[in-house]
């Protein structure tokens, strides 16, 4: 069979997609599935195109080419060793190495593609990437858009009409476009984009950081040296994609100058706040093509996320709160173009293709916590950890608190289901970390849940100052973890006979503060329904008590939960019919 593979051919990256029994492939090159666009002389003249050539820039960067996409279109040549190349012929390079690849792969010539461009790519740059494809022995059959080849990937050629909304956010470059899809034909409506914000400006900032702390403890400025600089580069791009999945990571590298050590610690949430400017700038451009576009926010169906740097979690979680629609992104971003440009290779064939295939979690796997729940302190909100429509297997960390001085011990419980509230989701299990040390409210218990393929969640809950950890392993793929109402009821029982068990393990602190909690949470209630039917002075008397309970929810004071509650109680005494 006549192959017709897909290829992004990216600024950073490439990568290359056949379709195998209907289904998107992606080809290996030198055990990764993606390939740095980098191209290199080595020291014996050689052409050395992607990972072996990303290797020798930092010994030889006079003799290696990097993001030479930002090029394509332009009358400029580079120096490679001793000749001088134009972007197409570099861009053949790249190409050639993926063919080549694929070639080994499948046992077969690959002489026809379908390469990916951005959107905003106008004609000079498809033409030269389509000579840069011809250049490597390539027959293009097409230039197609990359938000395009996104959307089939998604199953948009697939009959239904939508509007789709796809935001990639990549190493170096931002852009946002609107597809529609319409009785089959896929269209770029609008796209907007910065091509000077990415992934690599996030590493700028925790960069600057990182070192100005180090300063501040050593007196040496790491970004000075350019061999310390590169080495910290490294190392923070590393810490930042462990972010994304970690609540705290511990920066540690021996001897970054001369005899000193770099070990820091960074919390994801600091890190967030660092790049929250730079997500609102990309939100600002999501707006500048809805309106180009003619859309308002509502009339999209559909966000689907591309690019490395998508996986931040701030960025889905700006991105769902401004268009209140969770994005997609359960088919691998780094991937997706190149999918998409192979299912659009095999459209071209006339040969039919079944959407890519993931395992996903199709439920979201979180606790319990003391939280917010619409505008009330509650118990027992839901806190996702692993989100629903995740690809596996994935391993997902979140920081919770202790709630009272001197707590000895926390409760892990673990809930399956989408609701706001652990009740109305599906029990899965729960464990006790006893031993904790003996501070102040405020402990910091780190909650890392990890799932496979196979549905089996471990959870792992570790007290961050003393490294204190418990393990627990959990089916959920039981009958009582498939999300079923009448079920979920079943379990809702099952969870208060297991609380009423646990009682018995905790402490008479605990148990006395966990009772105090459920008590304020009926009071408040009570007190809130009859506000509207008592005098003024009743109620700003009622709203005061429930304000001093929740405060003492929040620092955990159990005594002065114990006062709030009584005097709450006495009020509604006299005040309710
Ligand atoms: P791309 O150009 O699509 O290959 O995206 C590359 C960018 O994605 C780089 O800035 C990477 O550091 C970033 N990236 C890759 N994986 C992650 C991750 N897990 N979390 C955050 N950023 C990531």
């Known amino acids: 069979m006549d192959h017709i593979v897909g290829i992004d051919l990216g600024t950073t990256n490439s990568e290359i997609c056949c379709i195998r029994d209907g289904r998107p492939e ?51 040549s580079v120096q490679l060793g001793e000749k001088q190349f134009s972007p197409e012929e570099i861009s053949s390079f790249i190409l050639g190495g993926l063919k ?5 792969y499948l046992g077969e010539k690959i002489t026809q593609a379908v390469i990916t461009v951005p959107a905003y790519f106008d004609d000079r740059q498809r033409k030269a990437t389509k000579n840069a494809g011809i250049l490597a022995g390539l027959d293009v059959k097409r230039i197609i858009n990359e938000p395009t080849a996104a959307a089939l990937a998604y199953d948009a050629g697939k009959g239904e009409n939508r509007n789709i909304l796809v935001y990639d956010l990549g190493g170096g470059t931002f852009d946002v476009s609107i597809v529609v899809v319409e009785n089959g034909v896929v269209e770029v409506k609008a796209s907007h984009g910065d091509t000077q914000l990415g992934g690599d400006d996030f ?12 300063k501040e403890e050593n007196g040496v400025d790491l970004l000075k040296d350019p061999h310390s600089r590169n080495r910290l580069w490294s190392i923070v791009e590393k810490a930042k994609r462990q972010l994304s999945d970690k609540p705290f990571v511990r920066i540690r590298e021996e001897y970054i100058s001369e005899d000193k050590h770099l070990d820091i610690e960074i919390s ?14 990309t939100i600002d451009c999501v707006h500048k093509c809805l309106k180009e576009a003619c859309f308002l926010p509502k009339a999209v169906d559909r966000v689907i996320l591309v690019g490395g740097a998508t996986r ?14 969770a994005p997609h992104y359960e088919i691998n971003p780094d991937l997706i173009v ?10 071209i064939a006339g040969r039919e293709t079944e959407s890519v295939l993931v395992d996903i979690t199709p439920y979201t796997f979180g606790t319990a916590a003391v939280s917010n729940y619409e505008g009330e302190i509650r118990e027992n909100v839901f806190i996702p950890i692993i989100k629903r429509n995740s690809s596996l297997p994935i391993s997902k960390g979140e920081v919770f608190y202790t709630m009272v001085d001197n707590q000895e011990s926390v409760d892990v419980r673990i809930y399956q289901g989408e609701e706001l509230l652990v009740e109305n989701n599906i029990f899965i299990g729960n464990f006790l970390v006893k031993g904790l040390n003996g501070v ?25 100052s003393t ?4 393990t627990v392993t959990m089916t959920t793929d039981n009958p009582e973890a498939a999300f079923d109402l009448e079920r979920a009821h079943e379990n809702i029982s099952q969870f208060t006979e297991l609380v009423q068990h646990l009682e018995e393990d905790l402490s008479p602190k605990e148990t006395e503060k966990k009772m105090l909690i459920s008590e304020a949470g009926k009071l408040h209630k009570r007190g809130e329904a009859i506000l509207d039917d008592i005098d003024e002075a009743d109620a700003g008397e009622i709203h005061n008590l429930i304000e001093q309970g929740k405060e003492a929810i929040i620092k955990g004071d159990t005594e002065k939960l114990s006062d709030s509650n009584e005097s709450l109680s006495d009020l509604l005494f006299y005040l309710e019919d």
Do not use: W
């Open 440 to 464: 102040p409210a405020g402990n910091e218990i780190i909650l890392e849940l990890g799932l496979d393929l196979n549905g089996i969640l471990e959870v792992t809950a570790r007290e961050k």
């Open 203 to 214: 590493d700028k900032l925790l960069m600057d950081h990182v070192s100005e702390q180090f």
């Open 338 to 347: 190149a999918m998409g440009a192979a299912i659009q290779g095999e459209i």
């Open 100 to 104: 080549k690849h694929a070639e080994e």
């Open 467 to 470: 490294g204190l950890s418990k």
């Open 268 to 281: 994801r949430d600091d890190y967030q706040e660092m790049i929250r400017p730079l997500v609102r700038k």
């Open 312 to 325: 931040t979690p701030l960025v889905s979680e700006m991105l769902e709160e401004e268009m209140r629609l």
């Open 26 to 76: 992606i080809i290996e090159t030198e055990g990764e599935m993606m390939m740095p666009s980098c191209v290199g002389i080595d020291h014996d003249g050689n052409l050395i195109v992607g990972r072996s050539a990303k290797n020798q820039m930092v010994v030889n960067p006079g003799a290696t080419i990097l993001s030479i996409k930002r090029s394509m279109g332009k009358n400029v």
